[in-house]
């Protein structure tokens, strides 16, 4: 699904080195963890995979299903299937989340070729996938994410993904910000979309998200690599020892 | 003394060409305008007022040249409203497609053929000569003397349906002054609606009386021709208790300046002014308010929104003016500019004078770029740049759309913005 290759890249501004070397293949159908102490480069992956502007890539390459996602603007990343779930959603006032969801879900149709929804089609979906996520009409008429709370950004995140039915998901720090039931809902949220066809790749610091969403792999990044790779039992020694040993070891 | 004399010999070379009606009702009040414009001369690029606007095109003797506009694709705005229209063309009358001038409720008449006696002689150049202090608008006083028509209108009871006044471009040349004169009476309400460019060159007035416990609405969309100007004037006076509601979206246009001059006299009455400009290229836009509280109680908003691009340049001059007896006055202003390149320029004079000691004013003024974090995640969810802009530019807009009360009329004017949008690459 996403293969990732020796991936260098730089801040464009002041021209230091963040990611120095990554490397990830990710299996359709699989989930994987990135854990890592601040600063890793954990968040940038995500970002320059999604297309963000301010970084530059100086070597390597990332490829979704063999179509190299670097080359592409983030519109086509996403239409070709890529999501990132923001670890900080954008607030936008004066644009309705209804309107907002819609205006995505027809335009990555249009862009793959499909007929866009209609309005009565798209609100039947929306309500559906929106009950799950306890994301009511009250939710949907307010302006992007202004004045959500940290839960309800966070499940508004997770609708955007039900709605996208993206291939490749890449949650960055989702359980930030979220009490317990929260962290629930979210990862229940995750769950019913785990699909053969779908891969998952979550940013986090904290092994409890990954008892609520049970990844096959877990990857430690440090100082812009991954370092170490295992299973979920990994996350667990991250827990219980933090990183001090794993960077100790490798180094 | 030599700048006086500049200005007098101007006005002379202006008005050398225009006819001062001398017969009817309203030759009096035409005389006095006159004799209020050549103590006043005209407006220079030196006076205070005009310090971010030139307004030599809108002074010089002849109208610079505008071609007309052609959108074939797109209907004109308001064309599926329910309303009584009244057309001009290049100022002239067009009596062929124009409704009747009767509804229920209404006097509508036009200042062209207005009978003796007429009822708009207690408004007509009234509240134009009120509003000219403290600050001389000498273009105001110039339209009063030489306006050539306009529609007079009284309302006595509810309208059931909007006044439409189309204005059509058709000549490259033409230079129009139109005066129209509002009477709501009390309890009584009315909606106008504005389109059309109008003129190459087009000087306009609007006085608008509001009795106690009447309510007036204004939407007003200026045309979209590239090199049009115009000069425009918007006068209320409000009673007890009344409602004065005026929107504005301007597109396009080389030079525009709008008036806005509001004077509550009485208690309990609510004024909103706002606007929304959208600009690319050579666009010079001007929003110049004056919003008087004379009694107690009263709400004043003024919200304008400015898009511009391209080395389009938005002028916004405000003022709130608390007399001491407007105890409990509700005053709010902003002003806002997206600059969407390095380009583009937003002028801004807020303005606050208060002599009332229990009120409440606020003020703001500001001008910035796209939000790039919005932008990014509009993008990474598959909506195309130029698509992500527009829906930003249309959310930037909103506060000032949202001032249209009827929803009919504020998603018609909505749609022109996203047609210009997409006329303008996205934004």
Redesign the interface.
Known sequence: MLEINNLHVELEEEDKAILKGVNLSIKAGSVHAIMGPNGSGKSTLAYVL????GYEVTEGSAKLEGVELLDM???E???AGL??A?QY???????GNM??LR???N??RK?RGEEELSAGDFLKVVREKGKALQIGSEMMKR?VNVGFSGGEKKRNEIL?MAM?EPKMCILDETDSGLDVDAMKLVSEGVNALRDAGRSFLVITHYQRLLDHIKPDFVHIMANGRIIKTGGPELALEVEQNGYADILTEVA | MAQLQAKQDALSARISGLDLCREGWTASLRADALTRLSAMGLPGKRDEYWRYTDPSSLTAVEAAPAAPFIAADEKMVFSGIDRLRIVFVDGVFDADVSDDLEMAGLEISRLADAADQHWARDVYGVLETQGQTPVQRPLAALNTAFATDGILIRATGQAKMPISLIYLHKSDTSDVILHHCIKVESGAELTILENGPAAARFNSVMEVDVADDGRFHHIRTQGRDHDRRAATHLFGRLGQESSFKSFTLTANGRMTRNEAVIEFTGDDAIAHVAGAAIGDGAFHHDDTVFVTHGAERCESSQVFKKVLKNGAVGVFQGKILVKSNAQKTDGYQISQALLLDGDSQFLAKPELEIYADDVQCSHGSTSGAIDEGALFYLRSRGVPEREAQSLLVLAFLAEALAEIEDEVLAEDVRIGMENWLARHGGA
């Open positions: 999604s297309g963000k502007g603007e983030p519109e990343r996403a239409a999501f990132l923001f959603p954008v607030e936008i006032p004066g644009v309107t907002f205006t995505a879900v335009a990555q862009a302006p955007q996208l």
